[in-house]
C-alpha cells in the first residue's frame, strides 16, 4: 500500500514568515512529487512539481525533495494571508503506474 | 491552452437514485482522465483512471462505475447511490511521458449530498 504522509495541522505562522510543510512517502519507486493547494471548498491546484534530489525555487516558492530519506517538503516565504489553504503533497510511481497518490494535507493559517 | 469542465457544481440526491457526472477536457488530445473522491476530513481518493477511450481501471469496488465514451469525456455513474457517497467529486486530466506521469489538473469539482 503505497502512502504519502502529511502533518494535518493546523500549521499557524504570521504574515511575513517562513511557511514549511513536510511531507513523507512510503514508496522508494517514487518518481515524481507534487504540491497542490486547495481553499476551503474549492479544487487542488497545481503550484509546484519536483522530479531531482534537491531544491526547486519558483517565487516564494521552494520544493525541497530527497529520494533517500523519501521526504518532501514545501516552503512558503514571505507568508500571505491569501497563501491560508490547505496543502496537498502528491507522488507518483513509476513504471507505468497512472495515478496520484495524494497526502490528506496540511492546513495552513496565515495569521495578519 | 487546456480547459477541464465538470458539472453539476452541486448535487442533492436522495439515497437510492442514480447519478451521472460528466466531464470534459478541450484543448488536449488522448488525456489520462481520473475521477477522484474528497470525503469530509478525509485525503482524495482515486476512484477509476482511464488511459484511453473505453479504457477503464477502477481503484476501490463499490456502486461507482466510470465511462470513456470519447476521448475527452469521462463519466461517473451510480444506479442507487448510498449515503456514504456523499462528498466532493473531482475530474482531472493528465499525461504520461514515457513510464513517468506528469501532473493532474483538476476541474471545479462536483459536492454530492446523498439524503
Known amino acids: 500500500q503505497k502512502e504519502v504522509e502529511q502533518n494535518s495541522g493546523p500549521l499557524s505562522v504570521p504574515e511575513g514568515a517562513i511557511a514549511s510543510l513536510n511531507c513523507t512517502y512510503s514508496?522508494?519507486?517514487?518518481?515524481?512529487f507534487f504540491w497542490y493547494r486547495q481553499y476551503s471548498g474549492k479544487s487542488p491546484e497545481l503550484i509546484m512539481f519536483i522530479y531531482s534530489n534537491g531544491d526547486k525555487e519558483d517565487g516564494r516558492f521552494t520544493a525541497q525533495l530527497n529520494k533517500a530519506s523519501q521526504y518532501v517538503s514545501l516552503l512558503i516565504r514571505d507568508s500571505q494571508p491569501s497563501d491560508s489553504a490547505t496543502y496537498l503533497c502528491?507522488?507518483?510511481?513509476?513504471?507505468?503506474?497512472?495515478?496520484?497518490?495524494f497526502g490528506k494535507g496540511t492546513k495552513l493559517s496565515v495569521i495578519p | 491552452s487546456q480547459t477541464i469542465h465538470q458539472w453539476p457544481a452541486t448535487l442533492v440526491q436522495p439515497v437510492g437514485s442514480p447519478l451521472s457526472l460528466e466531464c470534459t477536457v478541450e484543448g488536449t488530445s488522448n488525456p489520462n482522465l481520473y475521477w477522484y473522491r474528497q470525503a469530509a476530513g478525509r485525503g482524495l481518493q482515486l476512484l477509476f483512471y482511464s488511459v484511453g477511450i473505453g479504457q477503464i481501471s477502477s481503484e476501490v469496488p463499490q456502486n461507482l462505475s466510470a465511462s470513456r465514451p470519447q476521448d475527452r469525456q469521462f463519466i461517473l455513474s451510480s444506479k442507487k447511490l448510498l449515503l456514504s457517497d456523499s462528498g466532493f467529486y473531482l475530474c482531472?486530466?493528465?499525461?504520461?511521458?514515457?513510464?513517468?506521469?506528469?501532473?493532474?489538473?483538476f476541474g471545479q469539482g462536483t459536492r454530492l449530498t446523498v439524503v
Open positions: 514508496d522508494r519507486g517514487s518518481q515524481s
Open positions: 482531472a486530466w493528465g499525461f504520461s511521458l514515457g513510464q513517468m506521469n506528469t501532473e493532474a489538473f
Open positions: 502528491a507522488v507518483t510511481s513509476g513504471a507505468g503506474s497512472y495515478q496520484l497518490t
